[in-house]
C-alpha cells in the first residue's frame, strides 16, 4: 500500500519521511512522483486548503494522497501570516522573505508580545473524497533574530519556551515530537489504524 505525501515543499517531506517510517505503507511525495501542476489553494481556513489539496492530488495521481497545510499565527498580527504564511512577502517570495518581512512587522514589540503559534490541517484523501483529517498546534514566541540552520521556514524564528531553543535547532524526530505537525500525523497513524480495521 501506498499513501503519497500530497505536498512540494521539501521540508515538510523531510518530516513526514521521518515520522511515518515504521508504517505499514511505502510512503513518497510530489517531490519525487514527478511534476505535478500546483494545487491553488484559495480556501481561508488551513482545513479547506488541505482537503481542496489533498482530492486535488489523488485525483491526479489516483492515489491514497496526504495533505498538509499549515502555517503561522502571530498574536500581535492578528493571527497574520495564517493560511498566507507561505506567500507572505509575494507570490513566489521564498522563507528568507517571508522571515524578514515577519521580522520587519514585528520591529520594536518586546517579547511578551511576539506570541504565536504553528498550526497544521492534514487531510487523507482518495479520487472520491477526504477520509480524514487531523490537525495540530505548538505554541511559541517569535524571536527577533533567527536561531539555528535545521528545519525551514519560520523554524529559526519560533522559539519554543519550555525547551528555550528554536525548531531550527531541534532534529527532525526531535521537532515531530512537539510540533504542530509531529501531533497532525500521529493522530492521523492512529486514526488510519481504526479506518483500516
Ligand atoms: P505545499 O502546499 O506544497 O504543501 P507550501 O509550503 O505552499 O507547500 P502551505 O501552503 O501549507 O505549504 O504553507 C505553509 C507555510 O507555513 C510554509 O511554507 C512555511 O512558511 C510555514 N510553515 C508551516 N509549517 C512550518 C514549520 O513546521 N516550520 C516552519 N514554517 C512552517
Redesign the pocket.
Known amino acids: 500500500k501506498e499513501i503519497v505525501v500530497a505536498?512540494?515543499?521539501a521540508?515538510?517531506v523531510a518530516e513526514f519521511k521521518v515520522a511515518l517510517n515504521g508504517l505499514p505503507y511505502k510512503v513518497t511525495s510530489l517531490v519525487e512522483l514527478g511534476n505535478f501542476p500546483e494545487?491553488t489553494?484559495n480556501g481561508v481556513t488551513f482545513a479547506e486548503?488541505s482537503c481542496s489539496?489533498a482530492e486535488f492530488y489523488a485525483r491526479l495521481t489516483g492515489k491514497l494522497c496526504l495533505?498538509?497545510?499549515?502555517?503561522?499565527e502571530v498574536d500581535y498580527l492578528k493571527g497574520e501570516p495564517g493560511v498566507y504564511?507561505?506567500r507572505y512577502a509575494g507570490e513566489h517570495a521564498g522563507?528568507e522573505d517571508?522571515n524578514k518581512k515577519l521580522l520587519s512587522n514585528l520591529i520594536g514589540v518586546p517579547p511578551e508580545k511576539r506570541t504565536g503559534r504553528?498550526r497544521?490541517v492534514l487531510a487523507l484523501a482518495n479520487a472520491e473524497k477526504t477520509l480524514l483529517t487531523t490537525d495540530g498546534t505548538v505554541e511559541g514566541v517569535i524571536l527577533s533574530e533567527p536561531r539555528g540552520d535545521k528545519?525551514?521556514?519560520?523554524?529559526p524564528l519560533?522559539l519554543v519556551p519550555e525547551l528555550g531553543c528554536t525548531?531550527a535547532e531541534m532534529s527532525h524526530e526531535e521537532k515531530n515530537r512537539i510540533?504542530?505537525?509531529g501531533q497532525a500525523i500521529r493522530e492521523m497513524a492512529k486514526q488510519l489504524a481504526v479506518l483500516e480495521k
Open positions: 505536498t512540494k515543499n521540508g515538510k494545487a489553494e486548503n489539496k495533505a498538509d497545510d499549515s502555517g503561522l504564511s507561505a522563507d517571508n504553528f497544521c528545519g525551514f521556514g519560520y523554524d519560533f525548531l510540533s504542530h505537525r
